[in-house]
């Protein structure tokens, strides 16, 4: 080993025989060596020590200015390890540096400074790191403090101990391309909280999650002004193209310990094909998951692709309340449903699960989000899921795989949601509630919509479609005197309602429906055309667990004004659901469907005259005629054994 003498460095640049900048230190690598060259004015605060193209520089403690260090050349055994106190600059212009029996450190790049260090993958360079097999390092790059990834160069990095990148403070991304090819830990770790505003970032070939953010400290400051001391475990996501690959056992694509704030015109595509782990520590199933956050997840923009091939695996999941008010995400889980109590693993288990613990199994999901946390006997509720614009697509095909699950209350009002799944199509843990948007849920062995509390049905445009009896379209648990409220809105329900279901708005049952087969769906002057999926003849009403009195052989609907229902139509129109339903429809052909008045009041643009008795005159129930003209105090019609009436506020 030896030590670089900064006097002489510093005297060939006063010569002329090296041209540098001010506060600027260039390590060329090449081959088994180096040559660092010092600017004048900051050699007296750095300490140089080389040996081959293992390079160490120090910084004084004095140091009062930032240097930047520019790593250019190519070396198969060498690194760059640099400490101190001050913040500074690294750039990486053009360098391939790998570690292979370390000296200083066995990371490739190691910055042992707890300050902001600016990373500045130059432009139009390519640069390639690989740490020591090796080693105790925490990253093939690692920075101690807070790493800034700027410019449009590209990094590649093999993370051969642990993790690809890590700092041990935040991480920001701004234009930058960064690939981690491999890591035996994350491909990227930091603590505090997670920027990307611009960039590349592609992951595979991890050991464990692609992307994660935790907690620096014990407790999180959420997130501040300019995150300005931050310490929340957020990541922030507002631009660029994020895609990861993972294959570990129970790994995350993108995690973090905080809220996960997405937003702006951004890709991220997430393909997790691990099955789930049984966690020693915890002793409970651990599964994968694309999107992960233990707070919120906030979505108002962004293209999202997540797919999970692997047991047990989900597509987004977070602990607390996840809003969803822009954006494209689709969503697809085809893994089996995930068991392992310890000792006995399946995964591809299709036992019953009623009575198992939930420690023991992971089901494959879409969306989930939410907490129900059992206390003894009783139960709590925390989080919960808002929807009120975008676009949402959700496919499970594997046991147990719900499309959208929320262990607390779920509220819809806008966006488009198209859902086909194996167990329940959308699953609430207390109260449901549809006021906008547009909804279809498909169950193929469960309920189309299943609320563990009441089923809210305010407005907006539902098509639900339920598998064979006792499951039904729009479930409620009425086990505990919970109901469907069908108050609103268009609602199309191929499996029919739960029992005891509270009608306000006038639902009709049809006589008949067909599997694969376009409908024609007409109310007052607007027209829905719907197709049919194959449809399960299923058994006739009964009880079970989902309440049951119906089966996917029914179909009942409610609109605003009295319908008119024809099956076997051709339809065109605007379309929503991909293509299985249209709005602003045209209808040709068909033939008439009956109806069979169910209960509920039809609304007021529908009250023309008593048609039964062919009369202009409006009557009420008791038999008085009010004329032609409404009162004041009428409050809606309803209709009683087939006849309109008014509901006056008397």
């Keep these: ?100 029996t370390p000296v200083y450190s066995g990371a490739a790049v190691h910055i042992q400074n707890g300050k902001r260090i600016n990373v500045k993958v130059i432009t139009g360079t390519t640069n390639t790191l690989v740490d020591a097999a090796t080693g105790s390092q925490k990253g093939c790059l690692y920075v101690k403090g807070h790493a800034e990834f700027k410019q449009q160069g590209t990094l590649n990095v093999v993370g051969n101990v642990k993790h690809g990148i890590k700092a041990g403070e935040y991480i920001s991304v701004k234009n930058a391309t960064l690939n981690v090819t491999s890591a035996v830990g994350d491909g990227i770790s930091c603590n505090e909280y997670f920027l990307m505003e611009s960039g590349t970032i592609n992951i595979s070939g991890t050991g464990d999650d692609g992307i994660q953010c935790d907690l620096d400290g014990d407790t999180s400051t959420g997130e501040t002004e300019d995150h300005e001391d931050e310490d929340s475990g957020n990541m922030y996501i507002s631009g660029g193209t994020i895609t990861i690959n993972s294959t570990a056992v129970a790994a995350k694509g993108i995690k973090c310990e905080g809220d996960m704030f997405i937003s702006g015109d951004l890709v991220i595509n997430v393909t997790t094909t691990g099955n789930g782990t049984w966690d020693e520590d915890d002793l409970e199933t651990k599964a994968a998951c694309g999107m992960s956050a233990d707070g919120d997840i906030n979505i108002s923009g962004g293209t999202f692709t997540l797919t999970a091939t692997g047991s047990g695996g989900k597509g987004m999941k977070c602990d607390s309340i996840l809003t969803i008010s ?57 989080g919960g899921m808002v929807i009120s614009d975008g676009y949402v697509k959700v496919t499970t095909t594997g046991t147990n795989g719900e499309g959208i699950e929320c262990k607390n209350t779920l509220d819809i009002t806008g966006g488009e949601i198209f859902v086909n799944a194996y167990d329940d199509g959308i699953n609430s843990g207390r109260d449901m509630t549809i006021t906008g948007g547009y909804v279809y849920s498909r169950a193929t062995n469960n309920d189309g919509m299943d609320a563990n509390g009441n089923c809210y049905l305010n407005g907006g445009l539902v098509y639900a479609i339920g598998s064979s009896s006792p499951e039904v379209a729009v479930d409620a648990n009425s086990e505990e005197g919970k109901k469907v409220y069908v108050n609103g809105g268009v609602l199309i329900a191929v499996g029919g309602i739960e029992n005891g279901s509270s009608m306000s708005q006038a639902t009709y049952r ?138 006056l506020d008397r």
């Excluded at 893994?335 to 693993?345: I, K, R, S, V, W």
């Excluded at 051709?570 to 991909?578: D, L, R, S, W, Y």
């Design 326 to 382: 822009g954006g494209n995400i689709t969503v697809a889980t085809s893994g089996g449903l995930y068991y392992n109590n310890g000792t006995t693993e399946y995964t591809n288990y299709t036992g019953n699960t009623d009575n198992v613990s939930s420690d023991y199994y992971s089901s494959p999901k879409g969306i989930k989000a939410g907490l129900k946390t059992q206390n003894g006997s009783s139960y709590t509720y925390s």
């Design 1 to 100: 080993m030896k030590k670089i003498l900064v006097s002489a460095i510093v005297m060939l640049v006063s010569l002329g025989m090296m041209a540098q900048n001010d506060n600027t230190v260039n390590v060329v690598y090449n081959g088994t060596t180096a040559t660092v060259s010092v600017a004048n004015n900051v050699s007296q605060y750095l300490t140089v020590t080389q040996q081959g193209a293992h390079v160490s520089i120090e910084q004084s403690d004095s140091l009062s200015t930032e240097i930047t260090y520019n790593l250019s050349g190519s070396t198969t055994d060498g690194e760059f390890y640099m400490s101190g106190s001050y913040k500074a600059t690294v750039e990486l212009n053009g360098l391939t540096l790998t570690n292979t």
């Design 510 to 647: 049809a006589s008949s429906v067909s599997s694969n087969t376009w409908y024609s769906l007409s109310y007052g002057n607007d027209v829905v055309a719907f197709y049919t999926p194959t449809i399960n003849a299923g058994g006739g009403p009964g009880p079970g667990p989902g309440g049951g009195g119906s089966n996917s052989s029914q179909l009942v609907i409610s609109v605003p004004n009295t319908p008119t229902l024809k099956s076997g139509v051709t339809a065109t129109g605007t379309g929503i659901f991909e293509d299985n339903c249209y709005l602003d429809a045209t209808a040709s052909g068909g033939s008439s469907v009956s109806l069979t008045y169910m209960g509920g009041t039809v609304g007021i643009e529908d009250f023309e005259m008593d048609q039964q008795v062919n009369d202009p005159r409006i009557f009420t129930l008791d038999g008085r005629c009010l004329g032609t003209t409404l009162p004041e105090d009428f409050r809606g019609v309803y209709i009683q054994n087939g006849k309109k009436h008014v509901k």
